[in-house]
């Protein structure tokens, strides 16, 4: 079965964002939209509902380390799924997400043994040294998830938070994205058929 959804991340509460994310929905027809954090930028669960309910499809999601603790209730309220270290299924196809930046052991280690034979990986965080150098060519991402990726071997990891460095990248058999910031009108799509993956930037 072939499954098709946007990617998300990095909306910073930008209203303008929706206009992109429209567009993208009635060019491309996906099935659902995995949102990456940033909902919000240290906004209200407020804004966060009111951008949920006009993205035109399902969301599945996490938080980012600029979404207060109570943004959380915002994917209860509009009817999302908040995947924060849960695993969903999507048209037989495996998710598991992990909010914010700075991942205390306590949860790496939660992430790591729930996350074993999982399809996707969606984190706000992106892995170390993989899409993740800010505009200072420093590495920000997540050491702690490297080797959870290694023993684990997902298909395809999905991130944000680093806005300066959105790309796609491949290694060792696993599809890495960084759509860009939502806030900034990017986006990614990513259609999985027959256990191939296509992904690209829109």
């Known amino acids: ?71 959380e209730q915002a994917y209860g309220e509009t009817g999302e799924e908040y995947i924060e270290l849960k695993i969903t299924e ?11 930046s700075n991942y205390s052991e306590e949860k790496v280690q939660t992430f790591a043994e729930r996350s074993e034979g999982i399809d996707v990986f969606v984190s706000h965080q992106p892995v170390y040294g993989i899409l993740d ?26 991130s944000g938070h680093v806005h300066e460095d959105k790309g796609i990248v491949e290694k060792k058999g696993t599809v890495y994205m960084n759509p860009g910031p939502a806030a900034d009108d990017n986006l990614g799509l990513v259609k999985i058929e027959d256990e191939k993956i296509n992904a690209k930037l829109i």
């Open 133 to 158: 150098e800010n505009s200072k060519g420093k590495h920000i991402g997540s050491e702690k998830l490297l080797p959870i990726i290694k023993k684990n071997e997902p298909k395809l990891v999905l």
């Open 90 to 100: 999507k048209d037989d196809v495996t998710f598991i997400g992990l909010s914010g």
């Open 1 to 71: 079965m072939a499954t098709k959804f946007l990617v998300i991340s990095d909306i910073h509460g930008s209203k303008r964002s929706l206009n992109k994310i429209n567009a993208a929905y009635h060019k491309y027809e996906p099935d659902f939209s995995v949102l990456c954090g940033d909902i919000t930028h240290f906004g209200k669960k407020k804004i966060a509902v009111e951008i949920l309910e006009k993205i035109p499809t399902d969301v599945i999601g996490v938080l980012g380390n600029c979404d207060p603790g109570q943004i």
